[in-house]
């Protein structure tokens, strides 16, 4: 396996980026004992990244298995965080949304360029569990429809085995 996939079964690497607000915000699969969920996306802003990040936003709001104790939820792009800023502000966005501008942590990750090498990066959700450890991932940088409910079959999986 290589890229994103090659991360399946393995502790999830942690990473330090700047949140939308500038302050630098840790990420430490496993630290905090729930699932973990870091969706990465193209662009803050485009059409597809916003119905993502939005359906991630709703889920958080009206979904048991999204709230904040039973899994943290962190967006991850390649755009710098004035832009970040303006996109959660807009969107009402309830989660982290960070800002990869050298693209470390999706190298990190695995994640590369997507659509055909046309966007930043690819669109790709990792889902973690409670011990640190990359379940799944998917990709789909045209489907960004299919990542909120790639989640939330695995969170009833995760919850099945606690």
Same mark, same amino acid.
């Given at each position: ?10 502790? &999830?690497?942690?990473? %330090?980026? *700047? ?6 915000? /840790? #990420?430490?699969?496993?630290?905090? +004992? ?51 800023? &303006?996109?959660?502000? %807009?969107? *009402? ?6 800002? /990869? #501008?050298?693209?470390?942590?999706? +190298? ?55």
């Amino acid at each position: 396996m290589s890229g994103y996939k090659a991360l399946i079964g393995k502790a &999830a690497p942690p990473f %330090k980026l *700047k949140n939308y607000d500038g302050n630098d915000y /840790d #990420v430490k699969p496993g630290e905090k +004992g729930i699932p973990l969920v870091i969706f990465f996306y193209p662009q803050a802003g485009s059409f597809g990244c916003t119905r993502q990040a939005c359906q991630f936003r709703d889920a958080v709001a009206e979904k048991m298995n999204f709230s904040a104790d039973k899994v943290e939820i962190i967006g991850v792009s390649p755009d710098p965080v004035d832009k970040q800023e &303006a996109f959660v502000t %807009k969107e *009402k966005l309830t989660y982290p949304v960070l800002s /990869d #501008v050298s693209k470390s942590v999706a +190298g990190l990750y695995g994640v590369g360029r997507g659509m055909w090498g046309i966007a930043a990066i690819a669109r790709v959700t990792f889902v973690i569990d409670k011990k640190g450890i990359v379940r799944d991932a998917f990709e789909g940088t045209m489907n960004f429809g299919a990542h909120a409910t790639f989640v939330e079959k695995w969170l009833e999986t995760l919850k099945s085995e606690a």
